[in-house]
């Protein structure tokens, strides 16, 4: 099953961080790329290859991944973060894409 | 960059083309790519074809009723739609992979697709 559970909310203070989860059956052997869409706006990819950042992410943008679940964290979160947040995984015997169930993030 | 247009008010049971036009890039390097995303709702993988054109994919929903295309000379990608539902109503995304990766690196800014009688 390539289904990707994420948790509908988080809600952080400013300065604080926030932990957005992805949690699958076959992460464990798949690449997880990141992507935040703010609202009205296409997505824009965060995270790519579990960990990796495309130029002009900031590093307080981090990406890793533990057995079935990959992790999002945004250290030091300004206003700017709220958006919600995709985890996506390529399927490589379908050529399917999928993409988690979103992550809203509320910045308090 | 990428842009879409082609998205309209239609009726349940018909059927629309949409375009995108890419620009800035050589397009043949880039497997392409349509996802949606419904009123409120999550992001939805539609359809995918590969950089020359050779393979298609679709999503297990589309059930026959949608076909992507590409015209590398003209830098174009198109999704004809037919036997619209009510739960195809969406804003339609075009976006790219590299040949050889499997992330969106750049999308479009969508087009609306509604299904309504």
């Known amino acids: 099953s390539n289904v990707l559970t994420q948790p509908p909310s988080v809600s952080v203070a400013p300065g604080k961080t926030a932990t957005i989860t992805c949690g699958g059956d076959?992460?464990?052997?798949?690449?997880v790329h990141w992507y935040r869409q703010r609202p009205g706006q296409a997505p824009v990819l965060v995270i790519f290859?579990?960990?990796a950042r495309p130029s002009g992410i900031p590093e307080r943008i981090s990406g890793s991944k533990s057995g079935n679940t990959a992790t999002l964290t945004i250290s030091e979160v300004e206003a700017g973060d709220e958006a919600d947040y995709y985890c996506q995984v390529w399927d490589s015997i379908t050529n399917h894409y999928f993409f988690g169930t979103g992550t809203k993030v509320s910045v308090l | 960059q990428l842009v879409e247009s082609g998205g309209g008010v239609v009726q349940p049971g018909g059927s629309l083309r949409l375009s995108c036009a890419a620009s800035?890039?050589?397009?043949?390097?880039?497997?392409m790519h349509w996802v949606r995303q419904a009123p409120g709702k999550g992001l939805e993988w539609v359809a995918l074809?590969?950089?020359?054109?050779?393979?298609?994919f679709y999503a297990d929903f589309v059930k026959g009723r949608f076909t992507i295309s590409r015209d590398n000379f003209k830098s174009t990608l198109d999704l004809e739609l037919t036997s619209l539902r009510d739960e195809d109503t969406a804003v339609y995304f075009c976006?790219?992979?590299?040949?050889?990766?499997?992330?969106?690196?750049?999308w479009g800014q969508g087009t609306q697709v509604t299904v309504s009688s």
């Open positions: 074809i590969w950089h020359d054109g050779s393979n298609q």
């Open positions: 976006a790219r992979v590299a040949n050889g990766y499997t992330n969106y690196d750049l």
């Open positions: 076959n992460i464990a052997t798949t690449s």
């Open positions: 800035g890039f050589t397009v043949g390097r880039y497997g």
């Open positions: 290859y579990d960990s």
